[in-house]
Protein backbone atom coordinates (compact mmCIF):
# COMPACT_ATOMS: atom_id res chain seq x y z
CA UNK A 1 0.00 0.00 0.00
CA UNK A 2 1.00 3.57 -0.99
CA UNK A 3 3.01 5.13 1.88
CA UNK A 4 0.56 8.14 2.83
CA UNK A 5 2.32 9.77 6.22
CA UNK A 6 2.12 13.89 5.91
CA UNK A 7 0.86 13.69 2.41
CA UNK A 8 -1.37 16.40 1.37
CA UNK A 9 -3.21 17.40 -1.72
CA UNK A 10 -3.56 20.82 -2.40
CA UNK A 11 -5.30 23.01 -5.43
CA UNK A 12 -4.68 26.62 -6.36
CA UNK A 13 -7.65 28.03 -8.22
CA UNK A 14 -6.90 28.45 -11.87
CA UNK A 15 -3.22 27.31 -10.96
CA UNK A 16 -2.03 23.90 -9.85
CA UNK A 17 -3.17 20.88 -8.53
CA UNK A 18 -0.45 18.67 -6.75
CA UNK A 19 0.74 16.48 -3.59
CA UNK A 20 3.15 18.19 -1.52
CA UNK A 21 4.90 16.20 1.92
CA UNK A 22 4.78 18.26 4.91
CA UNK A 23 4.34 17.82 8.59
CA UNK A 24 0.89 19.77 9.17
CA UNK A 25 -1.44 22.03 7.27
CA UNK A 26 0.70 25.06 7.75
CA UNK A 27 3.84 23.49 6.64
CA UNK A 28 2.27 22.36 3.43
CA UNK A 29 0.64 25.59 2.60
CA UNK A 30 4.32 27.57 3.32
CA UNK A 31 5.98 24.54 1.47
CA UNK A 32 3.36 24.99 -2.05
CA UNK A 33 3.13 28.93 -1.26
CA UNK A 34 7.51 29.18 -1.20
CA UNK A 35 7.85 26.67 -4.18
CA UNK A 36 5.14 28.72 -6.48
CA UNK A 37 6.90 32.17 -5.10
CA UNK A 38 10.16 30.57 -6.99
CA UNK A 39 9.08 28.47 -9.58
CA UNK A 40 5.72 30.49 -10.64
CA UNK A 41 5.41 34.25 -11.80
CA UNK A 42 1.67 33.44 -11.86
CA UNK A 43 1.58 32.91 -8.51
CA UNK A 44 0.19 35.57 -6.14
CA UNK A 45 0.75 35.34 -2.40
CA UNK A 46 -2.03 38.26 -1.83
CA UNK A 47 -4.63 36.90 -4.52
CA UNK A 48 -4.19 33.07 -4.45
CA UNK A 49 -5.35 31.00 -1.73
CA UNK A 50 -3.97 27.38 -1.59
CA UNK A 51 -6.82 24.64 -0.82
CA UNK A 52 -5.59 21.40 0.87
CA UNK A 53 -6.89 18.49 1.89
CA UNK A 54 -4.93 15.83 4.38
CA UNK A 55 -4.35 12.67 2.48
CA UNK A 56 -6.05 9.72 4.65
CA UNK A 57 -6.95 6.47 5.10
CA UNK A 58 -10.56 6.52 4.89
CA UNK A 59 -9.91 8.13 1.15
CA UNK A 60 -10.80 5.55 -1.84
CA UNK A 61 -8.23 3.68 -2.60
CA UNK A 62 -8.38 1.03 -5.20
CA UNK A 63 -8.15 -2.46 -3.57
CA UNK A 64 -6.82 -3.89 -7.13
CA UNK A 65 -4.41 -0.79 -7.26
CA UNK A 66 -3.00 -0.15 -3.36
CA UNK A 67 -0.65 2.55 -4.59
CA UNK A 68 -3.51 4.78 -6.69
CA UNK A 69 -5.79 6.81 -3.86
CA UNK A 70 -8.51 9.07 -5.37
CA UNK A 71 -8.60 12.80 -3.68
CA UNK A 72 -11.68 14.47 -5.95
CA UNK A 73 -12.41 16.64 -3.27
CA UNK A 74 -9.89 19.25 -4.60
CA UNK A 75 -10.33 18.68 -8.32
Request: proline share 1%; glycine share 2%.
Amino acid sequence: MLDITNLYAYRIEELAVGIVKAESYEDARERVKAAYLKHNDCFDSERDFIELKEIAENDSWFSDNPDVVEVDELI
